[in-house]
Nanobody
Framework: QVQLVESGGGLVQAGGSLRLSCAAS????????MGWFRQAPGEQRELVAK???????NYLDSVKGRFTISRDNAKNTVYLQMNSLKPEDTAVYYC??????????WGQGIQVTVSS
């Protein structure tokens, strides 16, 4: 009933910036938590940042001060502004949304590559 589409990934040099977007479509009445996860090759998927419906946020320690998550409820969209990127930020990034009453949804994943 719900589809998530991510955009904004790509290749950037260390120290650069990227902005990821994830838009939800379908039968949506409201969206609770929105988040971004990432998975590097050979690693487990990890939570990068999360934002609640009320706007509270939390971040992975290694991205604090560099990444900012935000949401536009009118557009059913979540953003991840990534600044001062490092090679260790290289991963496939996935957005996640909790959409009542349907459940938990994931985007298809988008590659972010940071060159040194």
């Amino acid at each position: 009933q719900v589809q998530l589409v991510e955009s904004g990934g790509g290749l950037v040099q260390a120290g650069g910036s990227l902005r990821l977007s994830c838009a939800a479509s379908g039968t949506i009445f409201s969206i609770d938590a929105m988040g971004w996860f990432r998975q590097a090759p050979g690693e487990q998927r990890e939570l990068v940042a999360k934002i609640t419906r009320g706007g509270s946020t939390n971040y992975l320690d290694s991205v604090k001060g560099r990444f900012t998550i935000s949401r536009d409820n009118a557009k059913n969209t979540v953003y991840l502004q990534m600044n001062s990127l490092k090679p260790e930020d290289t991963a496939v990034y996935y957005c996640n949304m909790v959409v009542p009453p349907w459940g938990d949804y994931w985007g298809q994943g988008i590659q972010v590559t940071v060159s040194s």
